[in-house]
């Protein structure tokens, strides 16, 4: 992953992880905590063959990140997280389009709203399905809740069907 895009989804990770973790009922955890949560969340999320540990890693945070995972699976990206990565998106797209001017054959297929939209919704549900997996993964009480109280709230009926069978596993 880019250093440009590791800033970016540290960003609006910190950005959600601050606004959650934030609430009355939640102690609030020290920076230490945070950073760590942080670096570990986000190598869950952003990993292409998760095969380093990234999800048992989140797993061992528990139930300190269970609200965190629950608003993931309803929300998807943070607002902060989607601007930054419309703009990213934007930029390679315009890069495209150069490249396509001097080669023709190889210009964008999409147009810029289509390609925007469809990296965009897939980096959101790739988020969400694996906000799910996690709560399954970590399996306690809080994490069951969580993903009982994300059922019919995701508008997404791909996450729908994850968060039940994730129910029915756990």
Excluded: N
């Excluded at 800033?7 to 959600?16: E, I, K, M, N, T």
């Excluded at 989607?82 to 999409?110: C, I, K, S, T, V």
């Amino acid at each position: 992953m880019s250093a440009a895009l590791r800033r970016l989804v540290s960003a609006g990770a910190l950005s959600l992880l601050v606004v959650t973790l934030g609430c009355p009922e939640a102690e609030p955890p020290t920076p230490k905590e945070a950073a760590r949560s942080q670096a570990v969340l986000l190598d869950w999320f952003e990993c292409e063959e998760c095969d380093a540990g990234e999800l048992e890693a989140v797993a061992e945070l528990g139930d300190a990140t269970v609200d965190l995972l629950g608003a993931v699976v309803v929300r998807g990206l943070a607002p902060a997280a989607r601007a930054r990565l419309e703009d990213q998106l934007l930029e390679r797209y315009r890069a495209r389009e150069a490249y396509g001017e001097q080669y023709p054959a190889l210009a964008p297929r999409m147009d810029r709203e289509t390609f925007v939209a469809h990296h965009l919704g897939s980096r959101d549900s790739q988020y969400r399905e694996r906000a799910v997996l996690a709560l399954q993964r970590i399996a306690t009480r809080a994490a069951r809740d969580a993903l009982r109280a994300a059922q019919g709230q995701t508008g997404h009926a791909g996450i729908e069907r994850e968060i039940a069978r994730a129910l029915t596993e756990m």
